[in-house]
């Protein structure tokens, strides 16, 4: 039984048109993590929570937010999409942050025209 | 310096071989974890050592924390094994985030 789910997993929107990618676990981990991966890169953090505590990395565009509405859900919004933004995004759950397993969803790839 | 380097970069091998991926990195850590993650994206955490050496099947993962190094094996490749394999750290210094090496992209032929 998948254990972290996005939704959808794949995504193609307009230059500047606003999307959300979601993300849902049926572990009932306490932290949620999102994810940036370009091609060939390795996955770049862009945002964790620990249950609604947000923390979001330094150099995260301001483009990007995030909601945690719940234990089980997590959004990422992308406010106005550039070229740049066209990326594999994954998101990951782990009981707490140390010494945790972390556990993935299968991604959403975004394309933007 | 990247925290957290992988060799070699590319591997292809025949299948039965032997393959051995390395990892090293130069901060302090508290878990280190080998990720596998095939084409189309999905991340499956292979193991997660904070000391010694753990088995899965035909994966095995070690660790020497004094010289800051881990290696994956895997015995008896086959093309299934075909992924790129990562590296991440758990810092002990901003322990909420992992810092991930660049993989190694394993392509084992039939």
């Known amino acids: 039984d998948a254990m972290v789910i996005q939704n959808p997993r794949y995504q193609v929107t307009q230059f500047g048109k606003p999307v959300t990618l979601s993300c849902s676990q049926t572990?009932?981990?306490?932290?949620m993590y999102w994810y940036q991966q370009k091609s060939s890169q390795a996955p770049k953090l862009l945002f964790h929570?620990?249950?609604?505590?947000?923390?979001n990395e330094a150099d995260t565009p301001d483009n990007f937010q995030s909601r945690r509405p719940n234990t089980s859900f997590c959004f990422l919004d992308i406010r106005s999409p550039g070229l740049g933004d066209a990326a594999m995004y994954l998101c990951?759950?782990?009981?707490?942050?140390?010494?945790?397993?972390?556990?993935f969803g299968p991604g959403t790839r975004l394309l933007v025209l | 310096k990247n925290e957290v380097e992988q060799s070699p970069q590319n591997l292809t091998a025949q299948e039965g071989e032997f393959i051995t991926i390395n990892c090293s990195y130069s901060?302090?850590?508290?878990?280190l974890h080998w990720l596998q993650q095939h084409p189309g994206g999905g991340i499956v955490s292979l193991f997660m050592?904070?000391?010694g050496k753990k088995k899965h099947g035909r994966l095995i993962a070690t660790i020497n924390i004094q010289e800051k190094h881990s290696s994956l094996h895997i015995t008896a490749s086959h093309p299934r094994d075909s992924a790129v394999y990562i590296c991440?750290?758990?810092?002990?210094?901003?322990?909420?985030?992992?810092?991930f090496g660049q993989g190694t992209r394993l392509t084992i032929n039939p």
């Open positions: 901060v302090g850590i508290s878990a």
């Open positions: 572990l009932n981990h306490n932290v």
């Open positions: 991440a750290v758990r810092e002990i210094q901003g322990a909420q985030k992992l810092v």
């Open positions: 929570y620990y249950d609604k505590d947000f923390n």
């Open positions: 990951a759950t782990s009981q707490d942050y140390f010494q945790e397993t972390q556990y």
């Open positions: 050592l904070s000391s």
